[in-house]
């Protein structure tokens, strides 16, 4: 991470106190990004979530509009569990002074499925159970490699920007494991916080990819040139497949979004997960319009509010 702020390390003292200061302006609009671009991608996608690219093509030819509907029947512009869990997570470290412990995490997410959340993912269901019923903030190693960890990331992502790697890994680990805990869920919630944290740190798509490459060289499966993955699933293999492809064939945030949702499957996770991504690359300005008037005010209003809230907590405004 380091490696990608050299423009924030070698700054003058004297514009670091300057309140149009151009790099926080760029933090800023970029956080904002990553967290719209969440929400938007999995409005979307959700319209298509468990569809088949086929049944996308028959009902609704190219998808491109947020619109709502869905297995889950959503109203125009509401978001599912991938923004409302991220939203706990952003919570969890704006309602305390220091670092949450995994118990906060835990104590958020719990917070989170009493309100009734429109869905709730299996494998995040019997961790926040778990949590209930043992006070354990952190689940055994599993077989599942799910993605539910992985899609609410974000949040991390802008609140330790500029911090040490091994704070950044406990932190996105401590979150991943009150849900899921597999080698392959690990690596890939840190290469969407690393990605995030490029983007927003205006280090380009060449180092967010950077990102992308390392993973696929620890972990092959991963590998996401060449072919198309349709109907990815919700394990984090597919889905991050499907999401590094669609990010890598296409230059911003509306054809990288379109494509990756009407590949169908997990199509809100996937459009999450690309949103943040490409989002914290192309800030706020790079988001389609007509998709921000169709979010649902409240959650625009949230996305706002906590990517201002946890920007401006993280290491890299405060240098
Ligand atoms: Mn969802
Ligand atoms: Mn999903």
């Not at 690219?53 to 297995?71: D, S, V």
């Not at 800030?283 to 706002?304: F, N, Q, S, T």
């Amino acid at each position: 991470m380091q490696a990608s702020l050299p423009f924030i390390q070698t700054m003058s003292m004297s514009l670091r106190s300057v309140t149009h200061n151009p790099l926080r302006l760029q933090m800023r609009t970029h956080a904002r990004g990553a967290m719209l671009g969440l929400a938007l991608g999995d409005a979307l996608g959700a319209t298509v979530e468990f569809m088949t690219p086929r049944e996308i093509r028959a009902q609704l030819g190219r998808h491109n509009q947020i619109r709502g509907g869905g297995w889950l029947r959503l109203a125009c512009g509401q978001v599912t569990d991938d923004t409302t869990m991220a939203f706990a997570l952003a919570e969890a470290w704006l309602l305390r002074r220091n670092a949450p412990a995994a118990e906060d995490y835990a104590q958020a997410f719990d917070t989170w499925m009493r309100a009734k959340p429109v869905d709730i993912g299996n494998t995040v269901r019997r961790g926040i159970v778990r949590f209930r019923n043992t006070g354990q903030a952190c689940v055994l190693p599993s077989e599942d490699a799910g993605n539910g960890a992985t899609m609410r990331c974000a949040p991390i992502g802008l609140v330790l920007l500029g911090a040490p790697s091994d704070t950044i890994a406990r932190a996105t680990l401590a979150q991943a494991r009150v849900t899921h805990y597999h080698p392959l869920t690990d690596a890939a919630t840190l290469t969407v916080v690393n990605m995030v944290q490029a983007g927003v740190s205006g280090a380009g798509i060449r180092a967010v990819m950077a990102q992308a490459n390392l993973l696929v060289r620890e972990f092959p499966q991963f590998g996401f040139r060449g072919k198309h993955v349709d109907n990815p699933s919700g394990y984090i293999v597919d889905t991050m497949r499907a999401v590094l492809h669609a990010i890598d064939i296409n230059d911003n945030f509306e054809s990288a979004l379109v494509e990756v949702v009407n590949r169908g499957g997990d199509a809100d996770t996937t459009g999450a997960i690309a949103g943040m991504i490409m989002g914290a690359l192309h800030g706020e300005a790079g988001l389609p319009e007509r998709w921000l008037r169709a979010l649902d005010p409240g959650v625009y209003k949230r996305c706002i509010d906590y990517a201002d809230g946890l920007i401006e907590r993280s290491p890299a405004w405060l240098l």
